[in-house]
């Protein structure tokens, strides 16, 4: 069979190492100059291809369709990945977190792994090659119209495999118009919506604090009156707003549409203090400090970037001596210290979205073989499916696992 790729991302090169081993000659497209161009930024450079937890844990990472993974999951695991690279000449090493690197902490090295692999199989590479239109017969894939130049040529396949991403990071070629070409074959999509995003606020008291990096905090977050997550971590303050991998982690809870009825985000800053061991800790602190401003005595309870947000929000005077400070008023202070509140009221869109929420409709595709249920021959791999995970490198997991199914096509099973 002649198989045809589309995208040379981590998903579109996976497919067509996994086309090429089951016997099928492979064509791989892809618009960019070099393939990988947004693998070459995770896990901030280093490539955090995977995650070392149980197999069967996977699941519990996925955030949208996770039943739909099932198989995928089933025929090539996170142990699989770690054994594909080990097999291409990539030695791995697992950090905090189970999550998986590349030995040498360059995430190129993945891509040339994939390379490698991919040259020994005889896979034709074309880049600079944009995939304008796919070409179906009664409903059968013929093959796909690539613009290489100026010239638009057709070329024949008998399957193509889509794995153009999602819409987030547009500029690494991920734009989202694939999205145009499937709709034209009436393939179903679901809303396209970033994720692993951060989160951004008006509010200048808290844009007042970028630079500020909180470890050990619980973050809780609420859309109107419903709790969507709570998690603990680590988090940064920003010139827009919010961001770090707690709130990338909350984000993937949080629904475009929940941003127009504003996100209440709740921080604990002393979590791993009760509500009494804090209010004693405070004591202790206004012993030490009696004769000073209120402004001038949490230094050894805060970081000094977030004193004067946190103090405003009690309402106490800044100048009041600790010494005058009422009971009322240090409950106020205790209350403020394990739920300093942030109005949110955006996110910072596909330009800053570590994933894209929704996509290729999972309902209208084969979760056995990844083929598209309404066009034969059409095949989907990769972030451009309906569905998503969280932090820990399980993103790439879905991209390793949907790519080596799809491409076990004209396999006998
Ligand atoms: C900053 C950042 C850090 C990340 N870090 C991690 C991490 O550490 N671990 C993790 O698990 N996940 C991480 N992710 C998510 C991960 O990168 C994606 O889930 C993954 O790249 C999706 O792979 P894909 O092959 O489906 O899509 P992509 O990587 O987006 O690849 C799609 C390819 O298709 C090409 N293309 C698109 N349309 C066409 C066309 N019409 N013709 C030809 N070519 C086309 C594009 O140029 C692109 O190269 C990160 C994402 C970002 C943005």
Redesign the pocket.
Known sequence: MMVLV?????????AAISAAENGNKVML????EK?????F????G??????ACPPEELFDNIATNRKFLYSAFSEFNNADTVAFFSGCGLRTKIERGM?V?PESDH?SDVTAALKRRMDKLGVKVRLN????ALKADADIITGVI?KDGKDRTFIPGDAVIM????C??PS???????FC?LESLGIKLSGLEPS?VPFGCDDKLITDMQGLSLKNVKVTVSTGKKKVYEGFGEMLFTHFGLSGPLILTASAHVKEKDYSGGIKVSIDLKSALSRDELDRRVIRDFEENKNRNLSNSLGKLLPSKIITAVIQKTGIDPAKKVNEITKQERARLVDTLKNFEVEVSKNRGFEE???TRGGVSVSGINPSTMESKTVKGLFF?????DT??F?????????WS??HLAGQLGKER
């Open positions: 589309v995208g040379g991302g981590p998903a579109g090169m996976m497209f892809e618009h960019n393939l990988g161009k947004k693998l930024l995770t896990g901030k280093r490539c955090n291809l995977t995650n999550r690197f995430s090659t944009d995939v304008v690539i794995a153009t991403g999602g987030s990071y690494t070629g991920s734009d989202g118009r694939s070409m692993l979205a570590i994933i791999a990769g972030e451009m499916i998503d995970a932090t820990g490198g399980f993103n790439l997991q879905i991209a949907t790519g």
